[in-house]
Structures are given as structure tokens and as C-alpha cells.
T-cell receptor, first 115, second 112 residues
């Protein structure tokens, strides 16, 4: 079945460090891929998405490229800030209809950024 | 932003009582979802609904029930049959023409 695997945390970085959170997936066909962010005590916010191979999603300095050859969607940011401290979830969707519209999530990676 | 309101933010109940969590949306999205999140865990799907008066079980539906009588509302009832109800509950919606889901702020339920 479909699945998402992301690197286990917690990840602790100093401010202005480079961030990579790895995400790989298993799916048939051509899923859409997402990164969500969850700040403490809040719901999930869509951070970025990519719907086809080689697409690059970007938002707020974060980027991820849909690599079908390696079934990966790694999240990167060149210079993290304390305000980026949160839990990051990688997810996939197979399509629109029925259960295909359901999201499959990774377990989440907690990021802590120190000043 | 999916225009979702979940209330209350915190909810406390005694063991053996049923409790209903509210989820309302104002964007006319067709599909709605309920997830459960436990500390340090990912999200697990409880129920989802694609259209009014129709809903499907997710991965962990036992001990939960839902209704979808109106497009804007998708309440979740946590019944006394749910063995470990204490958790953070998240509601989400999705427009049929898109792949992404939008989440509400969540309700933290504590049962003692």
C-alpha cells in the first residue's frame, strides 16, 4: 500500500543553519506530495505542494522537489529561524475521488531552532 | 485556509460519557475529514465524508460516529466504546477539484 517515510527527529539546529528533512514515499502512479507544518497546540498548515514529477514547491523560504526517480520529496531551507521551530509532516494524495482523496502522512519531524 | 472552526479548544469529560466535537466550515468545500493525533505521532484518519448524507470509515473508526446533515458541518461523537479517547482531534476539508486538505485549529479532548 501507499506510505510515507520521513526522517525521525528531533532535529536541533542553530539559527541560520541549513535545513534538510528527508521524505520518501511508496505509491502507485503519480501521487501529489505535500509538506505541512504544525506549531505547538495548533492545527496543520499547508506549507508547500507539488503535483507532478520535477515540480518544485516553495513557500516562506522552504523548498521541496518532487523526484520520481528516487521517490523523494525532501524539505529544505537555506537559513532557519527560531520561528521555524515546529513539527513538519510529509504527506501524499493519490487523487480526487473516494479514498484517493485521503492524505497519507509521515510520522512528523520535530524541528527546534536555537538562537 | 479552509475556513474551519473547531470548538471548543479544550474539552474535558468523565469516562463513560459520550462527547461531540464540533467542526464547521464556511468555504463550501465538499469533502471533510476527522483525524486523531497522539503525542509524538502522526495523524490517523477516523472518518471522512465526500458529500452530504454520506460518510466512510477511516483507519480507526471504532468507538467514533459522525453525521453529515449539512455541507458546512461534520460533528464527531466520541463514544464510551472508544478505549483511549484522550487525544488531539483535527478536522479538515478539501475542495473536490484540489488535492490538498485544510485543517482547523483542533480540539484537545481529555477523558478521566
Amino acid at each position: 500500500g501507499n506510505s510515507v517515510t520521513q526522517m525521525e527527529g528531533p532535529v536541533t539546529l542553530s539559527e541560520e543553519a541549513f535545513l534538510t528533512i528527508n521524505c520518501t514515499y511508496t505509491a502507485t502512479g503519480y501521487p501529489s506530495l505535500f509538506w505541512y507544518v504544525q506549531y505547538p497546540g495548533e492545527g496543520l498548515q499547508l506549507l508547500l505542494k507539488a503535483t507532478k514529477a520535477d515540480d518544485k514547491g516553495s513557500n516562506k523560504g522552504f523548498e521541496a522537489t518532487y523526484r520520481k526517480e528516487t521517490t523523494s520529496f525532501h524539505l529544505e531551507k537555506g537559513s532557519v529561524q527560531v520561528s521555524d521551530s515546529a513539527v513538519y509532516f510529509c504527506a501524499l494524495s493519490q487523487g480526487y475521488g473516494g479514498s484517493q482523496g485521503n492524505l497519507i502522512f509521515g510520522k512528523g519531524t520535530k524541528l527546534s531552532v536555537k538562537p | 485556509d479552509g475556513g474551519i472552526t473547531q470548538s471548543p479548544k479544550y474539552l474535558f469529560r468523565k469516562e463513560g460519557q459520550n462527547v461531540t466535537l464540533s467542526c464547521e466550515q464556511n468555504l463550501n468545500h465538499d469533502a471533510m475529514y476527522w483525524y486523531r493525533q497522539d503525542p509524538g505521532q502522526g495523524l490517523r484518519l477516523i472518518y471522512y465524508s465526500q458529500i452530504v448524507n454520506d460518510f466512510q470509515k477511516g483507519d480507526i473508526a471504532e468507538g467514533y460516529s459522525v453525521s453529515r446533515e449539512k455541507k458546512e458541518s461534520f460533528p464527531l461523537t466520541v463514544t464510551s466504546a472508544q478505549k483511549n479517547p484522550t487525544a488531539f482531534y483535527l478536522c479538515a476539508n478539501r475542495w473536490h477539484g484540489s488535492y490538498e486538505q485544510y485543517f482547523g485549529p483542533g480540539t484537545r479532548l481529555t477523558v478521566t
